[in-house]
Structures are given as structure tokens and as C-alpha cells.
């Protein structure tokens, strides 16, 4: 039964536009296999977007386009429960009552707000993108998940989570689960591809090293036949000297399923030149049906608002029972008595 089954959280912020290979072999791929095994429920974080400036018509398209990519992916509203942050209030409510059991050291020593803030400057900094982690940890808590599928980048946030979930717990009696991390696999990392001593990120410095799943895969086919790979010839999986052609042989093993030394085999004898242009064949056309989905979902937005609006209906099913339990918890007088 499905309420046997651990229970998953994760979240993604809708500010990406099209998602890239990265976001999706390293993420989104693990989201989808996770609704056969377990009970999971996917946010689109637009609370934490806004923690930096949005325009507020790009925000509201990026949020749409990022559920349709995740429907595109192979979430299914049937199996998991898919919503946007912002239409559960309780994930801003719970967040309130964590920021006041979180030390302004301890969410201070975060390595992530400290590196954006580093890039920002003081003034341009805000308190919202300070208090970030504790509204991740409010978005995780609420449902008490078991498991957080996130990167490796998030671990110190899960680890907060968990330091607030038991001091929670010590303090006013046990509301929250503590979740563990499920760090997600190593072998689905995917590099730039002009620089694969770095991941594929939509903050690199070429964007000829990033992939989008939303561009024409013609252009795409370029970047895959422009990548940076070595003076050697010999197309081996060997990601220490030859990090080029292993992370290519990496995407192409991951979009098809054919194993890393088979796809050596298959190569034997043969040039860069060749496993590049065949990779952007694979890639343009294992990317052709997911764009004509995520193009579905586009073309019907109201469809598409209607779905986040049962998504979030069933999470605040969940959350806003987490909620009361917490503000009974801790001596607010009960709402809505006469
Ligand atoms: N901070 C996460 C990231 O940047 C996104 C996120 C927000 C998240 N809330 C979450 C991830 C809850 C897991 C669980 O990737």
C-alpha cells in the first residue's frame, strides 16, 4: 500500500527555464523512478525564487514551464504529488516558527548563503535568502518525509533540517520526522561540456557547454559536436585522463541504457568526430517526445493550473495537519474558536 511506503520530498526552483541534461540526468530522472518506490510529493519552490530579485510575469511562466517539463519527465499526478510552494501557505507558516528556533550562528555557518551572499554584497543580500535553508527545512518537515533526494550541495541543509526537526521535538514534543538525505547517484553526474572538470550547470561560463532540453536539437547536435575532449584518439571511459570523452560516453549511456563498456566496444576504432555527431542523434531523438509533451502542457495552461491545483489541495491534505500539530505545540490559542 501506498502509505507504507517511505515518504519522499524534494524540491526545485522554477527559475531554470528549460531545464538542462544535468538538472535532468542528475534529478529529475531519480524524481520519476521514485514514485514506483516510494510516496512522493515534488515542489516547485517559488518562495525560495524570489529570495534573490524576479520579474514577476518571467516568474509566473518559469513556474509553469518547470511543471511542464516535470509532467513531460514522467511525473505523474496520479502517483505523486506535484504542487507549487507558494499555494500552501503553511510552508511560509511553518517557516516562521523555525526561524525562531534556528541560532542566527548556526543559519549564518550555511556554505551556500555565505558564498551568494560573498557574490552579492551586504546590501544586496536579503533576509530571505539568510532564512532559505530554514524555509527548506519547513518544506521537508511539513510532510515528514523520510528522505530528501538532493545533490550533494544540499547536504548541510538537510543536516539543518534534522538538527531542527529533533531540537523541535526535544523542546515541545515530538511534531516532525527526522529525514535522512538520499544523496543522489554519482554516476548521473553530467559535465560541462566545454570544461567537464566542472558540472553542467546553468551558471558555467560558456553556454555552449549546457545542454536544454527546451532548445532545438540542432543546436544542441553543435554543442554535442563542438565538446572539449583530448589530443588522444581512443574512445575510452576513463574519467581521471580523458574527462571529455567519458562524460560523453556517460549521457549517451544514460539516454539509452546501453552500458558504458559496451558502448566502448562499439566505438572501438573509430574517431571523437563520430561518437559526438551519433550522440546528437540519440539525444535529438530521445528529446523529441518530451518536448511534444512539455509543448501539450504549455498549450493548456488552464489544464496545467488546474493539476498544480489538485497537487496542492493534497499537500495541504498533509501539511496543514503538520501545522496545527506544531502551533498547538508550541501555546498558540486554538483558530477558529466561537
Ligand atoms: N535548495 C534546493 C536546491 O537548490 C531546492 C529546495 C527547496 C529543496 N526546498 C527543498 C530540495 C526541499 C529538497 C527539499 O536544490
New binding site residues.
Given amino acids: 500500500m501506498a502509505a507504507e511506503r517511505p515518504r519522499v520530498?524534494?524540491?526545485?526552483?522554477p527559475t531554470a527555464g528549460s531545464f538542462h541534461l544535468g538538472n535532468y540526468l542528475g534529478?529529475v530522472r531519480q524524481w520519476v523512478a521514485l514514485q514506483e518506490t516510494h510516496d512522493t510529493f515534488y515542489?516547485i519552490?517559488d518562495l525560495?525564487a524570489i529570495t534573490v530579485p524576479q520579474d514577476p510575469r518571467a516568474l509566473r511562466e518559469s513556474s509553469r514551464l518547470a511543471a511542464a517539463q516535470l509532467l513531460g519527465a514522467g511525473l505523474d499526478p496520479a502517483r505523486c504529488t506535484l504542487f507549487v510552494?507558494s499555494q500552501v501557505p503553511e510552508h511560509a507558516q511553518l517557516a516562521w516558527v523555525l526561524n525562531c528556533v534556528t541560532g542566527f550562528g548556526e543559519a549564518s555557518r550555511m556554505t551556500?548563503f555565505k558564498d551568494k551572499a560573498a557574490k552579492q554584497g551586504a546590501e544586496g543580500t536579503t533576509v530571505g535568502l539568510f532564512t532559505?535553508?530554514v524555509?527548506?527545512a519547513a518544506?521537508?518537515l511539513l510532510y515528514q518525509?523520510d528522505l530528501?533526494?538532493?545533490?550533494e550541495?544540499?547536504r548541510q541543509?538537510?543536516e539543518l533540517t534534522r538538527d531542527l526537526a529533533e531540537r523541535f521535538n526535544g523542546r515541545f514534543g515530538r511534531a516532525f520526522t527526522v529525514p535522512g538525505p538520499y544523496i543522489l547517484k554519482e554516476g548521473a553526474k553530467i559535465y560541462d561540456l566545454q570544461d567537464p572538470s566542472i558540472k553542467m550547470s546553468k551558471s558555467a561560463s560558456s553556454p555552449k557547454g549546457i545542454v536544454w532540453l527546451m532548445d532545438d536539437p540542432k543546436t544542441s547536435g553543435k554543442k554535442f559536436r563542438g565538446a572539449v575532449t583530448d589530443t588522444d584518439t581512443v574512445i575510452r571511459y576513463d574519467p581521471e585522463t580523458k574527462p571529455g570523452v567519458s562524460n560523453l560516453l556517460t549521457i549517451y549511456s544514460a539516454l539509452t541504457g546501453i552500458g558504458v563498456g559496451e558502448l566502448e566496444e562499439k566505438f572501438t576504432g573509430r574517431l571523437y568526430g563520430s561518437l559526438k555527431t551519433e550522440l546528437g542523434d540519440v539525444f535529438a531523438d530521445w528529446v523529441a517526445p518530451f518536448r511534444a509533451r512539455v509543448q501539450e502542457y504549455l498549450d493548456d495552461p488552464a489544464e496545467l493550473d488546474r493539476l498544480l491545483a489538485r497537487g496542492a489541495e493534497k499537500a495541504r491534505a498533509i501539511a496543514a495537519g503538520t501545522l496545527a500539530d506544531v502551533y498547538e505545540k508550541v501555546g498558540f490559542l486554538p483558530a477558529g474558536a466561537h
Avoid at 9 to 13: A, K, P
Avoid at 148 to 151: A, D
Fill in positions: 520530498l524534494s524540491g526545485i526552483q534529478a515542489s519552490v525560495h510552494q551556500q532559505y535553508p524555509l527548506q518544506d521537508i518525509a530528501v533526494p538532493v545533490g550541495d544540499q541543509h538537510i
